[in-house]
């Protein structure tokens, strides 16, 4: 498959609860090349709401989301809650 379909295929999953297969299509398409502010965001929302890993990799991905997308609002809304998680509720 291609990045930008693992991609959508994520987003699928996500539109069926199957949060953990969501991630690993995301993961899958970020190894394959479609590192993207919009996939990065969905990784990193789909990790802190529904799954248990280290919201450190979560804050990692909302970073490069920003960095891309500085201005978009739901990118730097889950970037203050990986900030959160991460125990930096000052900058959060």
Known sequence: Y???????QGLLHIRHFEYAAARQSFLQAIERGHGRAALYNELAWTELEFLDVDPA?????????????????????THGWALYRNGRHAEA
């Open 57 to 77: 990799e979560s804050l990692r991905y909302t970073t490069l989301a920003i960095q891309e997308k500085p201005n978009k609002a739901d990118y730097l809304d």
């Open 2 to 8: 291609n990045s930008g379909y693992l991609y959508g």
